[in-house]
């Protein structure tokens, strides 16, 4: 089988040569077809951090392995790792975190073992990256949060915790502040989970989970989370293991999916042959899983965790008064550690089931949408304005704006309610929400909104709105504080 490989910027390339030749001293049979990704693509005019062949190549063999990239600081272009996982709809970034003996930490010390496995949203939430200067002051990114999305990957967190006999699956949110948003992605959890009446399934507000992961790690299992969330609390779970050089990544796609290690680009020692490679390995272990090389993936693993335990080190971890070894020192070590079974957390050497690769020709692209059984009106308008002037005086020019359709209901600014109560010790930035209402509740069309833009721009620039909806008779827009 043939997979794609970049090896990334900095310290990539020499964690990669380690990984690969730890893969091809277990005789995995795997092919390599090096692809062109990363800072120095970038350099070179590929706004998204790839060539043109390396998406192709990618496309068509369906796995990437790829080593840490750094995106360009400054020069307005998006991170390549969120842009691969994006394009290719990597839905689901699998994260496992466990404890590995010889790499010490407060809870080895403490004879707590952790076996945490993050399930993170890969595609949506403010990672879509969509942002606006409203004014000169004031900063918009858009939150999406989708249902079919949300769907795609808590169905996948159920499957692999039922697969792995789980005894717990947590959804981690914030639905007691965003209502709409993350109150979606948990109303999904619990639909699906009502299809797993046999995993227990609850959920936990995520500063709480924050905590408690700290806390009591040992009492989680499984966590599935939306995507900036997901990428803070996984950063945390790794700290609990010994940080991000132990932290694997696996992001999960109907027809591509990437391994590669989180970690950064380490350019201060790249090139000095003393990175660290148990990232990128573990994340290795994931992607020879995925393809069925299950009995490659064991012997390796029990090679590795062998190695640990006899506090086998790189420089930047384990006992300091053992002498460290650089990475090709460590990786020879753990090759020369093949056939031997850690005392600790050994796996089992099961059969190798390997897949037959199959390459996907899509002719469009794929339209997520779900039935929508609910009557949907137009019922208002939120108009975002710019001004710096007090509440009540926009208030008075906004009145008549409403004409014979609309009826201005409250402005708020930054979320709080200033109109038309409030308090003075609000602090106000240059930019207010108008909610206009239509009167009598009676249902309106596009063109009544556009002509009520049209009057507002008289004496403010409107900029931004958004329409309120109704579905049935519930109201698809939040409230502002205290109104």
């Known amino acids: 089988m043939k997979i794609a490989v970049a090896k990334g910027d900095g310290i990539g390339p020499e964690i990669m040569q380690a990984v690969l030749s730890i893969f091809d001293a277990s005789n995995t049979g795997l092919q390599y077809e090096f692809v062109d990704m990363g800072k120095w693509v970038f350099d070179k005019g590929y706004s998204n951090g790839m060539t043109p062949e390396a998406q192709k190549t990618i496309e068509e063999l369906g796995i990437l392995f790829k080593g840490p990239m750094e995106t360009p600081k400054g020069k307005g272009v998006k991170s390549v790792n969120v842009t691969a996982r994006k394009t290719w709809n990597t839905y689901a970034n699998k994260r496992v975190f466990q404890s590995l003996h010889g790499v010490e930490t407060v809870f080895s010390k403490a004879g707590i073992l952790i076996d945490i496995t993050i399930v993170r949203e890969n595609i949506e939430d403010t990672y879509g990256g969509i942002e606006h200067m409203l004014t000169h002051d004031v900063a918009l990114s858009r939150r999406f949060i989708t249902r079919p999305g949300s769907l795609q990957l808590i169905k996948y967190a159920f499957e692999m915790a039922k697969k792995k006999g789980t005894r717990r699956i947590t959804c981690g949110h914030k639905a007691n502040i965003m209502k709409l948003t993350d109150g979606l992605f948990l109303d999904v959890f619990y639909e699906v989970a009502k299809e797993y009446p046999e995993l227990n399934a609850d959920d936990k507000i995520v500063d709480d989970l924050a905590m408690q992961l700290v806390v009591k790690p040992e009492q989680y299992d499984v966590i599935v989370m939306t995507n900036l969330q997901g990428d803070i609390i996984s950063d945390l779970c790794a700290g609990l293991v010994g940080g991000l050089g132990f932290a694997p990544s696996a992001n999960i796609g109907d027809h591509i999916s990437i391994f590669e290690a989180v970690h950064g680009t380490a ?7 003393i990175a660290n490679p148990t990232a990128l390995l ?8 995925h393809i069925g090389l299950m009995e490659n993936a064991a012997i390796i693993e029990n090679a590795l965790l062998y190695t640990l335990e006899q506090g086998i080190r790189t420089g930047d971890f384990g006992d300091r008064s053992k002498p460290a070894l650089n990475t090709g020192e460590f990786t020879q070590a753990i090759i020369g550690n093949f056939g031997k079974m850690p005392a600790q957390g050994a796996k089992p050497l099961l059969s190798n089931m390997p897949v037959t690769p199959t390459v996907f020709k899509l002719e469009n692209n794929s339209m997520m949408e779900s ?3 609910e009557q949907e009106k137009i019922v208002g308008v939120d108009m975002f304005i710019e001004s710096n002037e007090q509440p009540e005086v926009i208030a008075q020019k906004c009145l008549h704006h409403g004409g014979v359709k609309f009826k201005l209901i409250n402005i708020s600014n930054r979320g709080t309610q200033v109109w038309p109560t409030g308090s003075k010790y609000t602090a106000l930035v240059n930019q207010y929400n108008l909610r206009f209402e239509s009167l009598n509740e ?13 009057s507002l721009s008289a004496d403010y620039k409107v900029c931004s709105l958004e329409l309120l909806n109704m579905w049935d008779d519930k109201k698809a827009y939040s409230l502002a504080q205290g109104q």
């Open 267 to 273: 350019p201060d020692i790249a090139g000095k042959g």
């Open 282 to 289: 573990l994340s290795g272990l994931a992607l020879l899983r």
């Open 371 to 373: 039935a929508d059984t």
């Open 442 to 454: 009676s249902a309106l069309k596009q063109q009544d909104v556009i002509g009520l833009y049209v």
